[in-house]
């Protein structure tokens, strides 16, 4: 079989070191392919006014399967400051390249797993009925809707014309907000299309299928959000009994989710929201196995292409350390939902079981992990760097 091309896309700070360090994990597993550069971020916004070049847009179309690091976003301000000097003039600005990229490739659907480790420490743990200590076993996989509702971007301040008059027409705005002037009104929509609902929704459910989950949560809020979260329950209902009659359909309400949380996070598999509730759900639940050092994300479309990455962002005070301190396992799981898509099932899960293993020997820990302020000197007091920890994980291999 030809030798895969993947677009490496290593983005700012510490994007840069967990992606190198999860390529030789992805060589040492004996995973075979040749790694094309994409170049993305604030290097390329201050030298070029343009945080995405064409060029790794032609990359992504012409490869479809991407691993990407992170990126360091600023405010307007600031990034009009550190723009080159002659590109002052010509009135760029600066607007995130993952949104762009989600928006060019029309990326809507966004998987987040949340499955603990045994051994880690930073596993959430409760009290039972008669007090002993519980570490539930969280198994979590969130599908977030991720280019409509909420982030949508269809947004008014001070509506005017036809807008106000829409507004105006529901008798419900007139009753609560009829007398406010029009200038003290700011509007944000929440807008869900059938297809990309339908989409979201039969992602899930699929997951469900094809790895053994027995559940899917819609988590929204229909009682009260009854248009567009109701659309979606009743879309959720409908794809159950005619396509996964296997598969239990349960329905939650985001607040009340958010506070069993930590009641019972176990009893929960797939769970598919929106683009805002998915978003808080996914959070919620990567607290409980550990945060920021092991949340890992994908991001995929109609288009074919698919985008692996980990959930935090560049962490610019540790990108300029000697010895880099970061935990890379949110990357390397990243390329293991990476192996999963492109059917290197075999692969991902020997990288899985060999992070599995460090964890639960418990001898080599980053310092998030060792629940450590994150420090230069956190390496003298006995953490982990990034590359040892890179190591451990090969040795298991
Ligand atoms: P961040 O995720 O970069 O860092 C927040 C904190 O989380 C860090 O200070 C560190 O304590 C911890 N952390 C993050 N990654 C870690 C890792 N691999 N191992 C151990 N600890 C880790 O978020 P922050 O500081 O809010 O944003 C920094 C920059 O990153 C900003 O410019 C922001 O716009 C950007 N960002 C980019 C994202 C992306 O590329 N997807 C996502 C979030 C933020
Ligand atoms: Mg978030």
Known sequence: MA???IVAMPGDGIGKTVLDETIKVLEAAGFEADYVE???GW???CKEGNPLPQR??????KHKVALFGAITSKPKDEAFEELAPELKE??????????????HFKLDICI???KSYIGNPLNFIRRGANGEIEEPAVDVVVFRQNTEGLYGGVEWSNPQGVVYDALMSHPKFVKNFGDVPQEEISVSTRIFSKKATERILRAAFNHAREFGYKSVTLCEKPNVIRETSGMMYKMALQMQKNDFPEIELWNTNIDAQMMWLTKNPEN???IVAGNMFGDI???GFAGLIGGLGFACSAQMGESGIAIFEPTHGSAPKYADYEVSIVNPMAMMESACMMLDYIDEKAIAAKIRKAIADVIEEGKVRTYDMSKMAGRPNVIEKGAASTSQMTDAIIAKL
């Open 38 to 40: 994409g170049d993305i």
């Open 90 to 103: 010509k009135n760029l600005v600066y607007s995130s390249p993952i949104v762009a990229l989600r928006q």
């Open 281 to 283: 759900i996914s959070d």
């Open 268 to 270: 929960y598999g797939v």
């Open 43 to 45: 290097e390329f916004w």
């Open 3 to 5: 030798k895969r091309t």
């Open 56 to 61: 790794t847009i032609d990359l992504l179309d």
């Open 112 to 114: 987040r797993p949340c």
